[in-house]
């Protein structure tokens, strides 16, 4: 199983629906777990982060976090054209990203 | 403040030449990664560095790969001997510590020819 396992996709959500993207890691002892958003060509850049149990609200991102099922997910609310990128989940007691689920909003 | 800056951002080199690539990491920060990014791939980790600790090599691909910083300044990543399919965007990441939210650089992209 590999560490920390994402969806390739493309996801494609229609505009201004949800857009959830999930993740799950194969280590029980992790504390720690990030999103980042990557456009094309760019650098990946932090959205979230969450060390808890639950839910985590930032504008239109919510992270969600079950350490019990060993999975975090990303959900954006109203999507828009501009959140068409490449989402990578991170859990960081090894330094562990996905390879990344590409998402694709359609006007 | 200022943000993770890299140098240079394209390098284009022959192969069996050496090169170097710069990382400044955000002032403060203890823990500085690189990783490395092919063409349409996810990041690979490289090496690690937190504080005065021995660095963590163990994504480093071969012995032609070699990475120093000094204290918890800059850092530079050496690829002896280059080789095409070490073509790729080099990112250099820094953090408060381990653990904690990474930034990243703007990367370098190296083609070697």
């Known amino acids: 199983q590999k560490e920390v396992e994402q969806n390739s996709g493309p996801l494609s959500v229609p505009e201004g629906a949800i857009a959830s993207l999930n993740c799950t890691y194969s280590?029980?002892?992790?504390?720690?777990f990030f999103w980042y958003r990557q456009y094309s060509g760019k650098s990946p850049e932090l959205i979230m982060f969450i060390y808890s149990n639950g839910d985590k609200e930032d504008g239109r991102f919510t992270a969600q976090l079950n350490k019990a099922s060993q999975y975090v997910s990303l959900l954006i609310r109203d999507s828009q054209p501009s959140d068409s990128a490449t989402y990578l989940c991170?859990?960081?007691?090894?330094?562990?990203f996905g390879k990344g689920t590409r998402l694709h909003i359609l006007p | 403040g200022a943000g993770v800056s890299q140098s240079p951002s394209n390098k284009v080199t022959e192969k069996g030449k050496d090169v170097e690539l710069r990382c400044d990491p955000i002032s403060g920060h203890t823990a500085l990664y690189w990783y490395r990014q092919r063409l349409g791939q996810g990041l690979e980790f490289l090496i690690y560095?937190?504080?005065?600790?021995?660095?963590?090599k163990s994504g480093l691909p071969s012995d032609r790969f070699s990475a120093e910083r000094t204290g918890e300044s800059v850092s530079t990543l050496t690829i002896q001997r280059t080789q095409q399919e070490d073509s790729a965007v080099y990112l250099c990441a820094s953090a408060q510590s381990r653990g904690y939210e990474q930034y990243f650089g703007p990367g370098t992209r190296l083609t070697v020819t």
């Open positions: 280590d029980r002892g992790s504390q720690s």
């Open positions: 991170a859990v960081s007691n090894k330094i562990i």
């Open positions: 560095f937190q504080g005065n600790s021995a660095p963590d």
